[in-house]
């Protein structure tokens, strides 16, 4: 485990470097014991692309199937393996928690408050996150400052004490035209979503498209505040 110091050393050293140097650091670091969770949209394409051309066989790649997703994201989880030649692991809820939830509270309780959105997302992605991070020491995301402001000041290397892993998000510094531009460049497989007006795609029934002058993560949970839209992955409070 890093130390506080040891973090904001590095911090230091890479905040104006490429995001392939710190996943060459990271990789000769913590080989075999780093997993990428990947969302399969945009920021996450660009950096499975960019893992792929470094050293694919020093990550593991998992993906959350919520049992909510999109017919598309299926279609951009299957174009992604067959094209990096990789086996993204789709990591799903324990059913029998997902039946307690539902029966309770209903199949679309999400839409009656926060706190029972946060429960569904906590069943949904939470929990299976948590299984697929046991046992590692780095948590690889595609986080960006730009992406919300419940993200403004996401470090590019955290410690993340409520899942007890060192996290590091190699495109923090990114903006969205940055992550397009690696896209076109580098003809970067993406979600058939994003020509439709979705930046932002999660789950089928908490997702909608936005128009030209909406904040790129207004589609997600947009019955809500900005201030309450995250899933409980990335938890501000615990930031260290």
């Not at 140097?21 to 990271?26: F, P, Q, R, T």
């Not at 470094?54 to 049992?67: P, R």
């Not at 598309?72 to 990591?91: C, F, G, P, S, V």
Request: with cysteine; aromatic share 10%; proline share 4%.
């Amino acid at each position: 485990m890093m130390s506080k110091l040891e973090i904001t050393a590095l911090n230091e050293q890479y905040i104006n470097k490429s995001p392939e140097a710190i996943l060459e650091y990271v990789f000769n670091a913590f080989r075999g014991d780093i997993v990428f969770s990947t969302s399969l949209q945009a920021e996450d394409q660009v950096l499975t692309d960019m893992i792929c051309k470094l050293d694919k066989s020093a990550v593991n790649f998992v993906t959350l199937d919520t049992g909510r997703m999109f017919e598309e994201t299926y279609d951009i989880l299957h174009r992604t393996n067959m094209r990096y030649k990789i086996n993204i692991q789709a990591m799903f809820p324990d059913n029998k928690k997902v039946e307690e939830m539902t029966a309770e509270k209903g199949i679309n309780l999400f839409y009656e408050s926060v706190e029972n959105r946060k429960l569904c997302c906590h069943i949904r992605k939470t929990l299976p996150l948590q299984r697929a991070l046991k046992g590692h020491h780095i948590w690889l995301t595609g986080l960006r400052r730009s992406q919300s402001v419940t993200r403004q000041d996401i470090p590019m290397v955290e410690w993340d004490d409520y899942h007890q892993i060192i996290k590091i998000n190699p495109l923090i510094n990114w903006t969205y035209e940055d992550i397009w531009e690696y896209i076109r460049t580098n003809n970067v497989p993406y979600h058939k979503l994003h020509d439709q007006g979705y930046p932002s795609i999660g789950c089928q029934p908490c997702t909608r498209a936005v128009s030209e002058d909406e904040d790129i993560r207004a589609g997600r949970w947009w019955w809500e505040n900005p201030e309450s839209k995250e899933c409980g992955l990335h938890i501000e409070k615990n930031r260290k």
